[in-house]
């Protein structure tokens, strides 16, 4: 009766899906001007993936309700991971249609997870795998339980940056937990209709993907995963069930890691997007992102393998099979030149704290660029702003290109060779933005039309290739969150106008300075 019942919940939550997900696209939810910098994407996708797995949700709970009302009884715990598991997704689901900031997201994460712990679902013991000595865990309890939610909902969240992997890898948990709840008739039903809701939805989200979790959809399922092997865990003892599903996050959690050391030594928000991931170094290498998707996949499978023997030996073969994790970690590092950069530990350093200055500068800048998109009345004043950041910053030359003309602005550059960024805002939608910087041998040789470099600014070269890629997306980021505050792209007044205080070219000309600006046509422009 119970594998009858899997079985109907599985089909039922991918039918669920295949019906909803053609009216969210219909719907083409992306106007609310959300655009990500870091996305792999070239065109605009829709990120309400996670409207239709929540509906998938409450079907396949009421379906269980209505049908197998005595396996449902089984959880004292139902309602809270019913309740709390949607409160998980309108956060998200929030984010995707206004953002929020990630301070508001996590600090709604922990509200939610804190609620869950004092209803009753919660780490309150911790197991010994070898001993089977049981410690109490007392206060620790409701740190460690939301730690575990928060942690593992963000991991999912994190790696949603190429087609198909966060909702292969969730499918793959999913179905691990199917195989826990069957051992123990926790959740069965409810993680086997929601794995068949998120192996209808890949049919969508598989490259090229016609649509996205976004963060509704996955921190959705994230927090499921992590509630469903929270109560697997036996009322409460972490064991098995808790270490399971951490070998099939693994490429998740070493790709997090490295990303918070990252952007920590680098002096970068630790919650700030960005083009360092796993899955983006795979791309640079000249793999597709359906081959990025299948190599993830390949190597989530193996772990998954392993997750299986610490269920089956209940945590006895842990350390051997991390032993194994950590060696074919070490491999796979080899095989695809990472180790290079990873071992490279003096170097990387380095080149992390010298960056720091520079990037701290670079997001005081932007900051003081969002804050004048408020006051700004037209896009063309919100340019000179823009302008003026990057010429700050060492950028010589900025080109806007928009559907009604041309924005640019250049400085001479002598002949010198320069590096080049060229972003798409959101696929061309709201235009392109061109960003250059001259290259110099050393800092001595830089010259600023009589600027004194002694006074501490930024010099106008490019010698460190990712610190010019870094400042590149900064510049770029504010200026979306610039021109999202204030002004439209057609440069109609949308904003706040407040009183206006010194102008851009006041600025300028204060420093000496006199930015070229042609606006509407091309004849004459410096790039």
């Known amino acids: 009766m119970l594998t009858l019942g899997v079985v109907e919940c599985g089909l039922l939550g991918l039918g669920v899906v295949m019906l909803l ?8 939810p992306c106007s609310h001007g959300r655009e990500d910098v870091h996305h792999t994407h070239e065109r605009p996708v829709v990120r309400f993936g996670g409207v239709a797995l929540a509906g998938a949700f409450i079907v396949v709970e009421l379906f269980i309700a209505l049908f197998f009302p ?21 956060l998200g689901f929030w984010d995707d249609l206004k953002p929020i900031g990630a301070k508001r997201k996590l600090a709604g994460q922990v509200l939610i997870a804190l609620t869950v712990y004092y209803a009753g679902v919660g780490i309150e013991t911790f197991k010994l795998p070898f001993t089977g000595r049981i410690i109490e ?5 409701a740190f460690l339980t939301i730690l575990w939610l928060v942690g593992i909902t963000n991991l999912l969240n994190l790696i949603d940056g190429v087609d198909g992997l966060a909702g292969g890898i969730a499918l793959m948990l999913l179905g ?19 794995a068949g809701a998120v192996f209808g939805f890949l049919w969508f989200n598989f490259p090229p993907a016609r649509i996205y979790l976004g963060d509704g959809g996955a921190y959705f399922l994230g927090f499921q995963i992590a509630i469903y092997s929270l109560i697997s865990s036996h009322k409460g003892t972490v ?11 693994a490429l998740p959690i070493v790709d997090t890691c490295l990303a918070i050391i990252r952007r920590g030594l680098r002096g970068l928000p630790l919650f700030r997007p960005d083009r360092r991931h796993i899955h983006h170094h795979l791309l640079d290498m000249g793999l597709s992102r359906r081959q990025v998707v299948l190599w993830s996949y390949g190597f989530t499978l193996v772990f998954l393998v392993m997750a299986l023997a610490v269920l089956w030996s209940r945590a006895n073969l842990f350390p051997v099979l991390l032993g194994v994790s950590v060696l074919l970690l070490l491999v796979c590092a080899g095989r695809f030149n990472f180790s290079r950069e990873w071992f490279a530990v003096g170097r990387t350093l380095g080149n992390s704290l010298s960056m720091r200055r520079e990037i701290q500068y670079a997001l005081t800048l932007m900051s003081w660029l969002r804050h004048e998109g408020r006051r700004r009345g037209s896009l063309d004043d919100l340019f000179d702003d823009l302008a003026f950041a990057a010429q700050r910053l060492g950028f010589n030359t900025v080109k806007l290109t928009l559907s009604n003309g041309e924005r640019s602005w250049g400085q001479s550059q002598n002949g010198s060779a320069f590096r080049t960024f060229r972003q798409e805002l959101r696929g061309g939608e709201l235009g392109i933005l061109e960003l250059r910087a001259g290259l110099c041998q050393d800092r001595s ?4 039309q009589g600027r004194d470099n002694a006074r501490g600014r930024p010099c106008p070269c490019a010698r460190h290739e990712r610190l010019f890629e870094i400042m590149s997306e900064l510049v770029t980021e504010g200026w979306l969150h610039a021109q999202a505050a204030g002004v439209s792209p057609a440069g109609e007044d949308g904003c706040r106008f407040a009183k206006p205080g010194l102008t851009i070219r006041q600025i300028f000309k204060k420093d000496n300075l006199e930015p070229q600006k042609i606006r509407g046509s091309h004849e004459g422009s410096l790039l």
Do not use: D, E, I
């Not at 009884?73 to 998980?88: E, I, Y």
């Not at 040789?445 to 600023?448: G, I, M």
């Open 176 to 194: 691990l937990l199917v195989y826990v709840g069957y051992q123990n008739g926790t959740f069965v039903l409810l993680t086997a209709g929601m």
């Open 21 to 28: 997900v053609p009216g969210v696209l219909k719907f083409n």
């Open 70 to 90: 005595a396996q449902r009884g089984r959880v004292p715990a139902r309602l809270t991971v019913v309740l709390s598991s949607l409160a998980m997704f309108g």
């Open 239 to 249: 064991f098995a069930a808790l270490l399971a599903p951490l070998f099939v996050l």
């Open 137 to 141: 865990l007392h206060a620790w309890g």
């Open 445 to 448: 040789a830089c010259q600023w």
